[in-house]
């Protein structure tokens, strides 16, 4: 099945085509790494799939993975509510349609499963409109559904993502732009428990110091660097005073394991909303600022000692490109 293309979907005289079959692969992401809340995300190389075939009238859902006993199987799926957000906003209408989840994205643990719910939802859209695939506007369509735009960012466009929200009244909503991180990857510790992010959103303060916004604001800045070809910079570049500590009381195991990597001289982070922890550090027989930058190190995954009892880890590489969209077309 070709990726779906400028012309895919489409006839000659431009009325849609319709399509036997939708399959998409989205990658799971980490928001925050450390001071740039809300704002940073990095596209990891550990994926959900979804195949959407159109036919009938109404919608089923079947689901096997991570969510398979606890996720709806109506139309409040969310994957389906993308997918109706994307096909109102384009102006096409909702076919019936089966729908397959393959999940592999841990849910409620930092990882953004339910930005990649989201932003595949919004690329069966397109596809299932017949409408060449439009990232940034994914990022503006997917913010309206999750309410922040970084992990969405980075589903939609891979790499390393800058996102913010646009205020401005000619055309507010979330915008990101794509940095190409430079010999880096991550070690995702993931726990048993969920926490789920809006209530790890409520244990954070209405107002912090200007100390620390400041302290945070030079940190996020670092971490540019850091990540473009200053790895030897991540350890002092992750460092945050606006999220993790406050959420300490939802994941106090979480914040423990990220003191002592720290104290061990890793990069270690709480990956979104938690409790995953994540370690930035250099794929093993990779090595960063070969382009750009340094030529400094990071530590090497093989020095990321092991998950602790009861949890799980994963080693993941970035993934350069975010959503993925097949169709395969009728006749
Ligand atoms: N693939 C999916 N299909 C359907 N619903 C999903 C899917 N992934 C996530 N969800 C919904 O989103 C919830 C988890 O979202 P939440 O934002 O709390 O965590 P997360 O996205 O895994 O982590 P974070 O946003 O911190 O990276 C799940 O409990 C489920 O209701
Ligand atoms: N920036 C978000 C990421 C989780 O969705 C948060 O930390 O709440």
Not at 9 to 30: L, N
Not at 146 to 151: K, L, T
């Amino acid at each position: 099945m070709p990726e779906h293309d400028a012309q895919a979907g489409t006839e000659a005289d431009g009325r849609r085509r319709p399509c036997d079959q939708v399959r998409v692969r989205v990658p799971a992401t980490s928001a925050n790494l450390g001071p740039g809340f809300d704002t940073f995300g990095l596209a990891l190389t550990l994926y959900d799939d979804l195949v959407v075939t159109p036919g009938g009238s109404g919608i089923a859902v079947q689901v096997t993975g991570e969510g398979e006993n606890d996720v709806p199987l109506d139309e409040t799926h969310l994957v389906v509510r993308a997918i109706r957000h994307g096909l109102e906003a384009l102006g096409a209408p909702m076919p019936g349609f089966t729908l397959r989840c393959e999940n592999r994205i841990p849910h409620g643990r930092g990882l953004g499963s339910s930005s990649a719910a989201i932003v595949g939802g919004l690329a069966v859209a397109y596809a299932l409109a017949g409408v060449p695939l439009d990232r940034d506007r994914v990022v503006v369509l997917a913010n309206e559904l999750e309410g922040h735009p970084d992990n969405v960012a980075a589903a939609a466009l891979g790499g390393f993502t800058i996102a913010w929200t646009d205020s401005g009244a000619s055309n507010p909503g979330g915008r990101a732009i794509k940095l190409k991180p430079d010999g880096i990857g991550a070690i995702a510790y993931v726990p048993d428990n969920r926490v789920l992010t809006k209530e790890a959103r409520g244990l954070l303060p209405g107002v912090v110091s200007h100390t620390d916004a400041a302290a945070n604001a030079g940190k996020a800045a670092l971490l540019v660097a850091a990540l473009t070809g200053y790895p030897e910079l991540l350890l002092t570049a992750t460092e945050d005073r606006l999220h993790q500590e406050y959420r300490e009381p939802a994941m106090p195991e979480s914040l423990a394991l990220v003191h002592k990597l720290r104290g061990s001289g890793l990069a270690a982070i709480i990956s979104g909303a938690g409790p995953t922890v994540a370690v930035l550090a250099q794929p093993d027989g990779k090595t960063a600022g070969q382009s750009a930058g340094s030529g400094g190190r990071a530590a090497s995954f093989r020095s990321v000692p092991e998950a602790p009892d009861g949890w799980t880890r994963y080693e993941l590489g970035i993934d350069p490109v975010g959503v993925q969209v097949w169709s395969m077309e009728a006749g």
